[in-house]
């Protein structure tokens, strides 16, 4: 059934009629054209999926536009700030942690969760918090890096 949903996105208003049910990633990728976000398994289990709802990770695949009304939505393409990169972003590049890139979004928004909840996470936390990001090429060591890194700069900005 369409309806008409209202929700931000990457700190613009959005408005637009559509199925209720339509999944969030297809909204951002096809309806919108941000293809920052990335189809991975479509189940929510591998984490490429991944936006910020309200300052929360969730996994777009399976999350219904109809849950994003009157929402906050942030993407890849809107974590940086007035053209300059998210602490995490540079942390990722400056510990080369993007080899192929395909699940570089949904590591970097599901490490802003965690950051949010906990600057200082120790290895262990880094490690059960993006447990469910799956990186096909194996670049784990430098994603855990860049997060301690990244929360090391949240920290001092705060």
Same mark, same amino acid.
């Given at each position: 059934?369409?309806? +008409?949903? /209202? $929700? !931000?996105?990457?700190?613009?208003?959005?408005?637009?009629?559509?199925?209720?049910? =339509?999944?969030?990633?297809?909204?951002? =990728?096809?309806?919108?054209?941000? !293809?920052?976000?990335? $189809?991975?398994?479509? =189940?929510?289990?591998? &984490?490429?999926?991944?936006?910020?709802?309200?300052?929360?990770?969730?996994?777009?695949?399976?999350?219904?536009?109809?849950?994003?009304?009157? #929402? #906050?939505?942030?993407?890849?393409?809107?974590? @940086?700030?007035?053209?300059? %990169?998210?602490? %995490?972003? #540079?942390? $990722?590049?400056?510990?080369?942690? %993007?080899?192929?890139? $395909?699940?570089?979004?949904?590591?970097?928004?599901?490490?802003? &969760?965690?950051?949010?909840?906990?600057?200082?996470? !120790?290895?262990?936390?880094?490690?059960?918090?993006?447990?469910?990001?799956?990186? /096909?090429?194996?670049?784990?060591?430098?994603?855990? #890096?860049?997060?301690? +890194? @990244?929360?090391?700069?949240?920290?001092?900005?705060?």
């Amino acid at each position: 059934m369409e309806q +008409t949903i /209202r $929700f !931000t996105l990457n700190n613009k208003s959005r408005e637009l009629k559509l199925d209720h049910e =339509r999944r969030l990633l297809w909204v951002l =990728r096809t309806d919108i054209g941000l !293809t920052g976000t990335k $189809f991975g398994c479509g =189940r929510g289990l591998c &984490g490429a999926c991944t936006v910020l709802v309200d300052e929360q990770p969730v996994r777009s695949c399976v999350y219904p536009i109809s849950r994003a009304r009157d #929402k #906050k939505v942030v993407t890849i393409e809107g974590l @940086a700030n007035n053209g300059q %990169l998210h602490p %995490l972003q #540079k942390a $990722f590049i400056e510990h080369d942690a %993007l080899q192929c890139g $395909f699940c570089t979004p949904g590591m970097i928004l599901n490490a802003y &969760g965690l950051l949010r909840k906990n600057s200082q996470p !120790t290895r262990q936390e880094i490690v059960q918090s993006m447990d469910r990001n799956l990186c /096909r090429c194996g670049s784990y060591a430098r994603i855990i #890096k860049a997060v301690q +890194t @990244a929360g090391r700069e949240m920290k001092g900005a705060k």
